[in-house]
T-cell receptor, first 111, second 111 residues
Framework: GQNIDQPTEMTATEGAIVQINCTYQ??????LFWYQQHAGEAPTFLSY????GLEEKGRFSSFLSRSKGYSYLLLKELQMKDSASYLC????????????FGAGTRLTVKP | EPEVTQTPSHQVTQMGQEVILRCVPI?????FYWYRQILGQKVEFLVS????????KSEIFDDQFSVERPDGSNFTLKIRSTKLEDSAMYFC?????????FGQGTRLTVV
């Protein structure tokens, strides 16, 4: 079996920094993805981590620790448009590329 | 940016009817997926497809569902004998090893 856990909801203030955590327990590991999903829309790819460490991409950074089964997505200089759900997805098998999703974290950015 | 295209964007069907959802993946990607998202719930994996065959399917993907790649570009999901609980957004995704992109989805409503 597998578990991918994220907080259900978070609130932050415009201009601030927010960290969204994801922990996973899977039978294997072959990479972790973060997606942004606005209500009624498709998930949009944000980042991919397969090695430990931090990947930075503009205002968004993603961190992975494989030994701890832990990742976080860091959003800096929050904007109102960042209000969305953030989905953590794990590839849990070395021989295929299937992604299994957590339930997502609904982020609300307030002025 | 390359994109995954899904048709139709909306489909209303009567219970018991068959529907075919269509997807055109990104041309140089080798891995294709179907996901389902019931309103307000998490993104659920249905099936993955590689090298013209199913590589993995979830417990949701029972005999009611089938996938095909009838030509070099299209990737279809067929749902036979639809039920009310099949009402959801259905997302197609395609992937290389490090990125996975979703189509805009088909909203299926079974009445």
């Amino acid at each position: 079996g597998q578990n991918i856990d994220q907080p259900t909801e978070m609130t932050a203030t415009e201009g601030a920094i927010v960290q969204i955590n994801c922990t996973y327990q899977t039978s294997g590991f072959n990479g972790l993805f973060w997606y942004q999903q606005h209500a009624g829309e498709a998930p949009t790819f944000l980042s991919y981590n397969v090695l430990d460490g931090l990947e930075e991409k503009g205002r968004f950074s993603s961190f992975l620790s494989r030994s701890k089964g832990y990742s976080y997505l860091l959003l800096k200089e929050l904007q109102m448009k960042d209000s969305a759900s953030y989905l953590c997805a794990v590839r849990d098998h070395p021989n295929n590329n299937d992604m299994r999703f957590g339930a997502g974290t609904r982020l609300t950015v307030k002025p | 940016e390359p994109e995954v295209t899904q048709t139709p964007s909306h489909q209303v069907t009567q219970m018991g009817q068959e529907v075919i959802l269509r997807c055109v993946p990104i041309s140089n990607h080798l891995y294709f997926y179907w996901y389902r998202q019931i309103l307000g719930q998490k993104v659920e994996f249905l099936v993955s497809f590689y090298n013209n065959e199913i590589s993995e399917k979830s417990e949701i993907f029972d005999d009611q569902f089938s996938v095909e790649r009838p030509d070099g570009s299209n990737f279809t999901l067929k749902i036979r004998s639809t039920k009310l609980e099949d009402s959801a957004m259905y997302f197609c995704a395609s992937s290389d090893m490090t990125e996975a992109f979703f189509g805009q989805g088909t909203r299926l409503t079974v009445v």
